[in-house]
């Protein structure tokens, strides 16, 4: 009786680890939005080609980059952020770093890394 009852519960165990298992799988495929931190802006124009740089990744939906202000009024560069929306099934946050820093011009570098997903 009671090895039976230990199979069973062992079973029991077993399956919901890998319904979990699957589930965390299934959470991590499809549509995510990831903020990105990124260094090197100095102007609106910059802004407007990062953001066209991440609009042309393939399963990007949805960027929107924000600026932080100084004293109010000013715009401070050294506080960009971008909030990304993609498919994950389609694109990763390495290929979103990749185009934001090849969006780069001569006069100015970009570095991007991940702040949270």
């Known amino acids: 009786m009671w090895r039976q009852f230990g199979l069973v519960v062992l079973i029991s165990t077993m399956t919901m680890g890998v319904a979990v ?3 965390l799988a299934a959470e991590s495929q499809g549509p995510q939005t990831v903020t990105l931190q990124i260094d090197g802006l100095t102007c609106g124009a910059c802004v407007k080609d990062v953001k066209a740089a991440l609009a042309k990744v393939s399963g990007v939906s949805a960027v929107e980059v924000t600026v932080a202000k100084k004293w109010i009024v000013f715009p401070d560069y050294s506080d960009a952020r971008a909030s990304v929306t993609f498919d994950a099934n389609k694109v990763g946050t390495e290929a979103l770093v990749k185009a934001i820093e090849g969006a780069a011009s001569p006069l100015s570098e970009y570095k ?3 702040l949270q997903k």
């Open 21 to 23: 298992h699957s589930g």
């Open 112 to 114: 991007a890394r991940l």
